[in-house]
């Protein structure tokens, strides 16, 4: 069974960076794909990044192209999200999945979720 741990949320004015790290253990997670997802009350959850234990051929949803960079750390077994330029749109509670589908762009593809770490863009 895959084990997935977020940290790294928090409180940060617009404009301000934070970085998300999970730690994954366990299963075949080193076979798996990994994303980053976000939710907020009032919207399902929503794609934001998604990277392989390589760390090549990274995607990102358009609305945080040139802003988030997501990377792994195959030796660590880590996967990172670099978040700049922070919007209070980007509010939410960020998840880490791993996938062992087709479709790394939705949430029905990833079996295996964190707790989620909050992000909090204020004004």
């Known amino acids: 069974q895959v084990t997935l741990v977020e940290s790294g949320g928090g409180l940060v004015q617009a404009g301000g960076s934070l970085t998300l790290t999970c730690a994954a253990s366990?299963?075949?997670?080193?076979?798996?794909?990994m994303g980053w997802f976000r939710q907020t009350p009032r919207k399902e959850r929503e794609f934001v990044a998604t990277?392989?234990?390589?760390?090549?051929?990274?995607d990102y949803t358009s609305s945080v192209k040139g802003r988030f960079t997501v990377s792994s750390d195959n030796a660590k077994n880590t996967v990172q999200l670099q978040m700049k330029d922070l919007r209070p749109q980007d509010t939410g509670v960020y998840y880490c999945?791993?996938?062992?589908?087709?479709?790394?762009?939705?949430?029905?593809?990833?079996?295996?979720w964190g707790q989620g770490t909050p992000v909090t863009v204020s004004a």
């Open positions: 999945a791993a996938s062992f589908g087709d479709n790394w762009y939705l949430p029905s593809s990833y079996s295996d």
């Open positions: 366990g299963g075949a997670v080193s076979s798996a794909r």
């Open positions: 990277i392989n234990w390589r760390g090549d051929r990274p």
